[in-house]
């Protein structure tokens, strides 16, 4: 089993920048992929952006392109989300997830692992 921490969450003003970091620990698969999901009050859980272990697939949901960035230090074991330009749409709990199977994955279920979240709120 994989345990993830993330941080980096807090307030912060509209159009202000936030990184979170999710720190990947126990099995981890160098074949799988890491996903960025929120939840914001009301809403159901959504795929932020996504990245596979070895850099070759990205995919970010239409909502944060040109504004979010996915990047991953296999290294350190860590996944970064650096968010740009937030809005007060963007106001939710960020989890980190794992998948141990190689690709992308826009689906909560295609992922086994989760992290515990942490709040982004942005206020205008």
């Known amino acids: 089993q994989v345990q993830l921490v993330e941080s980096g969450g807090g307030v912060v003003q509209d159009g202000e920048s936030l990184r979170l970091s999710c720190v990947a620990s126990?099995?981890?698969?160098?074949?799988?992929?890491m996903g960025w999901f929120r939840q914001a009050p009301g809403k159901e859980r959504e795929l932020v952006a996504a990245?596979?272990?070895?850099?070759?697939?990205?995919h970010y949901a239409e909502a944060v392109k040109g504004r979010f960035t996915i990047s991953r230090d296999t290294s350190e074991k860590t996944v970064y989300l650096q968010m740009n330009s937030l809005r007060a749409e963007d106001t939710a709990v960020y989890y980190c997830?794992?998948?141990?199977?190689?690709?992308?994955?826009?689906?909560?279920?295609?992922?086994?692992?989760w992290g515990q979240g942490t709040q982004v709120t942005v206020s205008s």
């Open positions: 997830a794992s998948r141990p199977y190689f690709g992308v994955s826009m689906f909560e279920s295609d992922y086994n692992s």
């Open positions: 126990g099995r981890t698969f160098g074949g799988g992929a």
């Open positions: 990245i596979t272990w070895n850099g070759g697939s990205i």
